[in-house]
C-alpha cells in the first residue's frame, strides 16, 4: 500500500501497525479507510505473529477528528433531491459499527495512541481497545448534538459506564477534554509523553508486552479539572429528562452552570433528547444491542433536517447559526424522540462474526 493511501497497514516485528493518514483532513474517516481496515484487523486477529495491533494518526495534529460527516452529508441530500439512492449512509454507518465491535471483541491487545484530536468517530477507534495511551496533545469530544447527531461508535454503551453522570454531560454538551481528565474518568489507560510514542511503539514492536511497554513509557498528565464540578455534574444531569437537567443547571447559579446551559441552548434540541434517552437504554443493553439502536438512531437522524442544517452551519457555509427544526425543546415531543428507535425500513444492523 502507498504511504499515499488513506490509511496504512503495517507488519512492525510483534505488532500490526495502523496509521490514519489523511492529516490534511485531521484523519477524518470514511468508508474507504473502514473497508480496508475491519478485514486487516480480522487477519490479524488470527494471525498467531501478531501480538497487538497499534493503531496512530498520522501528523501532528489528530488522531482522528472523526468520521467524514461532509460526505454523508452530501449523500443525504442527493437523495432528498431524487439524484441518489442514499445507499452510503446506511453502508457508512453499519460498517463502522461492525469495525467498532471487532475492537471491542478483539482477542489481542489493541493500542490506541491518542496523540492529538479525537472526537466521534476517532472515538470508536480508540476507546474500545485494551490500551488507550494520551499525550499532553489530547483534545477528546463527542461533539455531535452540535450537528443533528449523537454520540454514536459505541458512544451509547461507553458513556453511561462512565463515573456518575459524566457520560450523560458529555453525550449532551460535547465538552472537551485533555489528557488528565481521560484519565481521572477511565476513558484512558495512560499517559505517554508525545515525544515517548516512537519509542513506545519500537518497544512493542520488540515483543514487548503492552503492559510493560506502557509502564516503561509513563509519563504525569497533571491534574484533572473535572474534578472541581464533579458533584455538580452529578446532581445536574442525574434526570431523565432534558428539561429537568436544564433547571437543576438554572438553579445551580455558577459560572459553570452558566457555560452549560449556553452550550445545551446552541445545540439541536432534538438530538439533546435522542441522546438523553439513548444513553439511558444504554446503560442496560450490551454492546452489541447498543450498535443495533445506533444504527437506527443514525439513519433517523439522517432522515430528518437537523442534521442538514448543523453540518451546512458548522462546515458548509460556517456561519456557526444553525436554525434547528423545532427550535426549542418544548417542540420535541415524546413521539418524535421514539420513532429515532424503530427498526428502519432495510432492517437493523446485523453480525457476521
Request: charged letters at 25%; proline letters at 5%.
Amino acid at each position: 500500500m502507498s504511504d499515499s493511501a488513506e490509511i496504512l497497514f503495517e507488519r512492525r516485528g510483534a505488532i500490526g501497525l495502523v496509521t490514519l493518514n489523511r492529516p490534511k483532513a485531521l484523519n477524518a474517516l470514511t468508508l474507504g479507510m473502514i473497508r480496508l481496515f475491519d478485514p486487516q484487523l480480522r487477519a490479524w486477529d488470527s494471525d498467531p505473529e501478531v501480538k497487538a495491533v497499534v493503531i496512530q494518526g498520522a501528523g501532528e495534529k489528530a488522531f482522528c477528528a472523526g468520521g467524514d460527516v461532509v460526505s454523508l452529508y452530501e449523500a443525504g441530500k442527493a437523495a432528498r433531491a431524487g439524484t441518489g439512492d442514499g445507499s452510503a449512509i446506511r453502508a457508512f454507518f453499519s460498517e463502522e459499527y461492525v469495525l467498532n465491535r471487532r475492537i471491542k471483541r478483539l482477542s489481542k491487545p489493541y493500542v490506541a495512541l491518542i496523540d492529538g484530536i479525537s472526537m466521534g468517530g476517532g472515538v470508536g477507534l480508540s476507546v474500545h481497545g485494551t490500551h488507550r495511551i494520551v499525550t499532553e496533545r489530547t483534545l477528546f469530544a463527542m461533539p455531535e448534538t452540535g450537528i443533528g447527531l449523537y454520540p454514536d461508535v459505541g458512544g451509547t454503551y461507553f458513556l453511561p459506564r462512565l463515573p456518575g453522570q459524566v457520560g450523560t454531560w458529555l453525550g449532551l454538551t460535547g465538552d472537551r477534554l485533555k489528557a488528565a481528565d481521560l484519565l481521572a474518568i477511565g476513558a484512558a489507560d495512560a499517559f505517554v509523553p508525545s515525544a515517548g510514542i516512537e519509542a513506545l511503539v519500537a518497544d512493542l514492536a520488540a515483543g514487548t508486552p503492552p503492559d510493560e511497554a506502557v509502564a516503561k513509557a509513563r509519563g504525569t498528565a497533571g491534574d484533572s479539572t473535572v474534578a472541581a464540578n464533579r458533584a455538580a455534574i452529578d446532581r445536574c444531569y442525574a434526570f431523565d429528562t432534558v428539561e429537568a437537567i436544564v433547571k437543576a443547571l438554572e438553579a445551580e447559579g455558577t459560572d459553570w452552570a452558566a457555560a452549560q446551559l449556553a452550550t445545551l441552548n446552541r445545540v439541536s434540541p432534538t438530538s439533546l433528547k435522542v441522546t438523553l434517552t439513548a444513553i439511558r437504554r444504554g446503560a442496560k443493553l450490551d454492546f452489541d444491542d447498543c450498535m443495533i439502536q445506533e444504527l437506527r438512531l443514525s439513519l433517523a437522524c439522517l432522515a430528518g433536517d437537523d442534521f442538514y442544517e448543523g453540518i451546512r452551519a458548522a462546515l458548509v457555509d460556517k456561519d456557526k447559526s444553525p436554525k434547528w427544526k423545532p427550535a426549542e425543546l418544548s417542540g420535541v415531543g415524546p413521539s418524535d424522540v421514539e420513532r429515532h428507535f424503530s427498526e428502519p425500513a432495510g432492517g437493523d444492523l446485523a453480525f457476521k462474526d
